[in-house]
């Protein structure tokens, strides 16, 4: 496993990503000053995304219902626990974007390549909402 998004496991056998692009911004406010520079004040966390790049190589490893999977996630417009496979918890995301490119086709129009771009946003989270949310996952009790 190389990250879990919800349910939606990402490995070579459903969809591998190439690139893990992670951005972080923080807000300072700012006061203008007559004669001197502004003041600046950290006003806290901006936002956090997350996009996942990658080829789908149905012929070799994954599938295009991977694909369908996470645009069927997105729909529910719901936030999901994204999870490293080494353990490592990022918080809680939506799905904000999902770009899909087919290239080199079959006779029957199927694509032999699929080229994804999959963008997430971190939503606001406490650890107590998280750890329940996950919690929730382990039991089966989320959909």
């Not at 690139?19 to 004669?35: E, K, M, P, T």
């Not at 502004?38 to 956090?48: I, K, N, R, W, Y």
């Not at 406490?126 to 996950?134: C, R, Y």
């Amino acid at each position: 496993m190389m990250l879990a998004l919800g349910f939606f496991v990402f490995s070579l056998h459903t969809l591998a990503y190439q690139d893990f692009q992670r951005q972080l911004a923080w807000r300072h406010a700012s006061v203008s000053r007559v004669g001197d520079r502004p003041a600046s004040q950290f006003v806290g966390a901006d936002d956090e995304t997350i996009t996942l790049a990658g080829v789908l190589l149905p012929e070799v490893a994954g599938t295009h219902l991977s694909l369908d999977a996470l645009q069927a996630m997105a729909d529910t417009g719901d936030a999901w626990p994204l999870i490293e496979g080494t353990g490592r918890i990022y918080g809680l995301y939506v799905i904000t974007g999902l770009q899909i490119t087919r290239q080199v086709f079959f006779d029957d129009g199927a694509a032999r390549r699929i080229e994804f771009s999959l963008s997430l946003k971190r939503v606001a989270d406490t650890g107590l909402e998280l750890a329940s949310v996950i919690g929730e996952l382990a039991l089966g009790q989320i959909r």
